[in-house]
């Protein structure tokens, strides 16, 4: 929610300023390690936007001139609030019941198939109403912002059915509403088969395409359209026929792709050259190299690799060595990934995934902008770009993933605005 106009800031002295400046083109290969620091450094804004970035003295007497509010920022890293370009925010129920199940011993896709796991979410759903899901979404959404996310994607994919995936539709535009941070929602219609269509998945597929996506794409409740492209989910073929007809509609093309199993689910994301392909677990050379070659966003969530105990991850270096377009996102959901906090995503992406701590701060702010699509007006701090701003605890930005599972953000600004700050 916009209240008044945002007055201007001045963030001053602080140690770093990562502007994370550059070419206005996605991040790749070693461009990615480029944070453009600024040390000593400073930021001024001005109403919603960056005015100025710079060394810290030279903003002094403009920032005098304008008024602006001085925020002391010794011994703290300022940069781009993070860019979430994936998550599952609308859920009515935490799944611990699987998760304890799972730390016994039975597998996710075990759970999955004797009916716990999403249409185990999707009973919850169904159950709950719009307020209860807004109110839930609303308590999360302040820990995004306390957390130092500015920005997030969001899906719906618990409704399973035309009815229930348009109440989360409603419960996303509230939340766009009602919130400080910008939402950003996705249509995930095709997330698993519901129960009522067991071994007719055709069927559920016709039945979104003739009767939801249409009035999504009409009524302009989502931007974008993804699919659970996977083994137990959705196959290859259907999601084609769901993406194509999100096209039509207006809808962005993005696709859960390779992750429990290889299926050609990154091929179809290059093919329709969807803004991302998440997950990417299971990629074969030949695939890390299409993505390489396109401008498909490779969008890695080790978060879900973290919480279900895998000890494989997904293959960063060699996306990165290839030359893809890498992302990071937490997949924040009740079933794999039930973290919203960026920096422990940071964490893990360096210690499991290898990417060093630059690399990771790119995917998660500039190249996440351009997997939403937002990159012109997101994901770096250059004059004239939304002042998305973050104040971070620590006076080396390496810090951040290093002191893991700590929240190091101490000042939260969306468009200008303080909207969380600890
Ligand atoms: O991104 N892979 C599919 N969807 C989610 C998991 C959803 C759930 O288990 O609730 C994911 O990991
Ligand atoms: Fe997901």
Redesign the pocket.
């Known amino acids: 929610m916009r209240h008044s106009a945002p007055g201007s800031l001045f963030f001053r002295n602080a140690e770093q300023v990562l502007t994370l400046a550059g070419l206005p083109v996605p991040r790749r290969g070693k461009a990615l390690s480029q944070l453009g620091i600024i040390p000593q450094g400073g930021v001024l804004t001005q109403g919603t936007t960056v005015l100025e970035v710079g060394q810290s003295r030279a903003l002094e007497a403009k920032a005098r001139r304008l008024k602006a509010e001085a925020i002391d920022c010794r011994g703290s890293v300022v940069m781009p609030g993070f860019v979430d370009s994936?998550t599952?925010l609308v859920?009515a129920a935490s799944?611990v019941g699987?998760y304890e199940e799972r730390l016994r011993g039975k597998t996710?896709e075990e759970i999955?198939r004797a009916g716990g796991?999403?249409r185990l979410?999707a009973r919850k759903v169904r159950q709950a109403s719009i307020s209860s899901l807004a109110r839930q979404g609303e308590g999360f959404l302040k820990q995004f912002a306390a957390h130092g996310t500015t920005t997030l994607e969001v899906k719906t994919?618990?409704g399973l059915d035309v009815a229930q995936e348009l109440k989360l539709l409603e419960v996303i535009r509230r939340l766009s509403k009602t919130s400080k941070l910008e939402l950003v929602p996705t249509l995930?219609a095709a997330?698993?088969l519901p129960a009522e269509y067991a071994g007719r998945p055709a069927a559920y597929i016709e039945t979104i395409i003739l009767e939801l996506i249409p009035v999504a794409g009409r009524k302009k409740l989502a931007e974008f359209i993804d699919c659970?492209c996977?083994r137990g989910?959705f196959s290859v073929e259907l999601c084609r026929r769901v993406l194509r007809a999100g096209e039509r509609q207006g809808l962005i093309p993005r696709l859960?792709a390779e992750?429990?199993s290889h299926t050609g689910a990154s091929r179809l994301a290059v093919e329709f050259e969807a803004a991302s392909a998440?997950?990417l677990d299971k990629l074969s050379t030949a695939d890390i190299r299409a993505l390489a070659r396109s401008d498909v966003v490779a969008t890695l969530?080790p978060g879900?690799n973290f919480h279900l105990g895998l000890s494989a991850y997904p293959p960063a270096r060699k996306l990165i060595e290839a030359g893809a377009i890498v992302a990071l996102a937490t997949?924040f959901?009740?079933?794999?990934?039930p973290t919203l906090n960026m920096q422990f995503i940071l964490s893990v992406a360096c210690s499991a995934l290898r990417m060093n701590p630059a690399e990771a701060i790119s995917a998660a702010t500039i190249n996440a902008a351009f997997a939403l699509r937002r990159a012109n007006r997101l994901g770096s701090l250059e004059p004239g770009k939304q002042a998305d701003v973050i104040m971070m605890d620590v006076s080396d930005y390496r810090e951040i993933p290093y002191y893991f599972g700590v929240n190091h953000c101490r000042m939260t600004v969306k468009a200008g605005a303080v909207v969380s700050c600890q």
Request: proline letters at 3%; a negative charge; zero cysteines.
């Open positions: 994936h599952h859920f799944r699987d996710y999955a796991g999403i979410s994919g618990y995930l997330h698993a659970f996977d989910a859960h992750q429990l998440d997950h969530l879900a997949d959901n009740p079933g794999t990934s």
